[in-house]
Structure formats: structure tokens, C-alpha cells
């Protein structure tokens, strides 16, 4: 397989090689720095003893089915955890959904669970604080006595700390509410960003002298409403594009019931309707606001288009 980053939907449907088997486990919402330290030790020992390097995952997050009514949103949707963890250079990525019946396995059941990779799994790789079976009744302990009895070696990965604090995904889900963007990249390790088609507006932008490209994007759980600097990149050109985004109701123009996440190049726009774009967000410029009327808008943007400007000028420095 060798890094091909193959993906499995569940456990019942995973082929892997008659080969020493390293299984990293864990929700990895975000694939952040403290993420990629388990799934790491799992690669670089299936490379040392020829070995398998896989991860198990879960859709969705526990908390959907524990207490619906308060479930995590997830920093990034499933596929794109999936691309993220290929990145990471594993040959397998099995998504297991989490359902009522998992939820219900008890901890010391957890090990037989995994049974159709006994005798071949050789490694578990998790974060310290991971947990496990019925009421996360499972620790680290008890993984380590479990897998002990079926031969398995259990390894766990201390947290990562960023000034002081343990790199998590809860912390990063935090920040982005805030706005905080620039720390949520330190966190995760890349840039946060959003894909996909620019669908065609109803050219407000344009009438405002700031044509905008309008992304089709969800999240399951929403940035912080306001102004940011970003950078855009696409199949159809070369190279990334310095731009300001608006992710937001549009308060001014039209109150949305949805946030919408509009794009303006600082320079020229090489996309169009139907393209493909990255968007990666760089800097929180300002919050959202009600303006008065569209003179006042027109000169907000233009005042955040030159801060915007002014943002790359520095990291360029």
C-alpha cells in the first residue's frame, strides 16, 4: 500500500496486507499538530518493521448520539478529514460510523472488537487522554492490560502544548468561534480554509464596485461572522491570490438567514461561476456590522480591502 492513504468504510470492509499492522485510533476532528503526533509514530514504525500503517476513525462524533441535543460540531466535514489524514502518509483509513451499538460496547469488549486484525495488529497508537467503551469507562490503563492479553503493544502520545496550553480540538474549535484565526493555523498545523464552486450572485458586489465570488460552503460549525484576509487559489490559475472575504448575513444589503462567504481579489479575478476555489483564511480584520446605508458600506470595504493588503504586505516583509 505504502502511503496510499486507502480509504474503508468500516471495519467489516477493511482489506489490509498480511503485514504487521500500526493502528492509530481516535476521532482526529481537525487532523491538528497533536493528531498528527500519534498518527506519525504509527507510520514511521510500520516503515521501520514493513509494516501496515492504518487509522481508525469515527463518523460521526460520539457526542451526535450520547446528547443530541448538544453535539460537537466538527472543525472539518468527513471528506476532507479523510484527504487530510491520506496527507499524513498512512496506506489505510478506515471510517467506522458510530452507532448506537459501538456506543454500547463495553471497555473490556473493545480489544475483541478489533478481532478480524488479530493476530496481524501489532500496535495501537492513541493520545494519552483517550477514551474508550461505554460511558468512556476505558483509559490508557486499561488499553494497555487489554491489548496485553492479546499480545497487542499500546503507545500513547503525550499532548502537544502551544504557549503553555494542550494543543486540542476543542481549544481550536474555540478560537475559530472567536475569530481567532491566526491561532487556530498555529493549532492545526495548516491553514483553515473552505472549498468549493463559486456559484453565480446576484452581482451586488460588483454594483458596489467589489466584485465578489460567491463560495457554496456549510460548515458544521461556523467561523466567527466577519471580515478576513485570505488567499485564494484554483485549478483554472496558478499561484494564490491575495483577497478580502466576507463571511457573513450581509446585514446591510440583504438580512440572509444563512451565512454567505463572499470573496474579492485585490487584483484581477482569473474565476468565474462553476470554478473550483480554495479559500485560506489568513487574518480577522473586523466583525460584521449594520451600516447606515451603502455609501458607508463601500467605504468599509475599501477600508478592508486596504487592510487587507497591508496584511500580506507585512508577511511578505
Not at 487522554?129 to 494497555?144: E, K, P, Q, T, Y
Not at 460549525?221 to 478580502?244: H, I, M
Request: proline letters at 5%; hydrophobic letters at 40%; charged letters at 25%.
Amino acid at each position: 500500500m505504502n502511503g496510499s492513504g486507502q480509504r474503508f468504510d468500516g471495519l467489516e470492509n477493511a482489506v489490509l496486507p498480511l503485514r504487521p499492522l500500526h493502528l492509530a485510533i481516535g476521532m482526529f476532528d481537525g487532523v491538528h499538530l497533536g493528531h498528527r503526533a500519534v498518527i506519525d509514530m504509527a507510520v514511521q514504525s510500520a516503515r521501520r518493521d514493513g509494516g501496515v500503517a492504518a487509522v481508525l476513525t469515527f463518523w460521526p462524533h460520539p457526542s451526535a448520539l450520547i446528547r443530541p441535543d448538544k453535539a460537537t460540531r466538527l472543525i472539518i466535514d468527513t471528506e476532507t478529514k479523510v484527504r487530510l489524514l491520506a496527507a499524513t502518509g498512512v496506506d489505510a483509513i478506515i471510517m467506522q460510523h458510530f452507532t448506537p451499538e459501538l456506543a454500547g460496547i463495553e471497555a473490556e469488549a473493545f480489544l475483541p472488537y478489533l478481532k478480524r486484525f488479530l493476530p496481524k495488529l501489532h500496535t495501537i497508537y492513541v493520545g494519552e487522554n483517550w477514551r474508550f467503551g461505554r460511558g468512556r469507562r476505558g483509559d490508557i490503563a486499561m488499553l494497555v492490560s487489554e491489548a496485553r492479553q492479546h499480545g497487542v503493544v499500546v503507545l500513547s502520545s503525550a499532548r502537544i502544548n502551544e504557549n503553555g496550553q494542550p494543543i486540542s480540538s476543542t481549544r481550536i474549535r474555540a478560537c475559530l468561534e472567536a475569530g481567532e484565526i491566526e491561532e487556530v493555523n498555529t493549532l492545526l498545523g495548516y491553514v483553515y480554509f473552505s472549498e468549493g464552486a463559486v456559484e453565480r450572485g446576484k452581482s451586488l458586489g460588483r454594483e458596489l464596485g467589489f466584485p465578489t465570488l460567491n463560495l457554496t460552503w456549510e460548515p458544521e460549525l461556523r467561523p466567527r461572522l466577519g471580515v478576513y484576509a485570505v488567499r485564494v487559489s484554483g485549478a483554472k490559475a496558478k499561484g494564490t491570490f491575495a483577497a478580502v472575504a466576507n463571511y457573513g448575513l450581509r446585514p446591510t444589503v440583504e438580512q440572509s438567514t444563512q451565512p454567505r462567504l463572499e470573496v474579492h481579489l485585490l487584483g484581477d479575478c482569473p474565476f468565474g461561476a462553476g470554478d473550483e476555489i480554495k479559500v485560506e483564511w489568513l487574518h480577522f480584520l473586523r466583525p460584521e456590522k449594520r451600516f447606515c446605508d451603502v455609501g458607508q458600506l463601500q467605504t468599509q470595504i475599501a477600508e478592508d480591502c486596504a487592510a487587507a493588503a497591508e496584511t500580506f504586505f507585512k508577511k511578505e516583509a
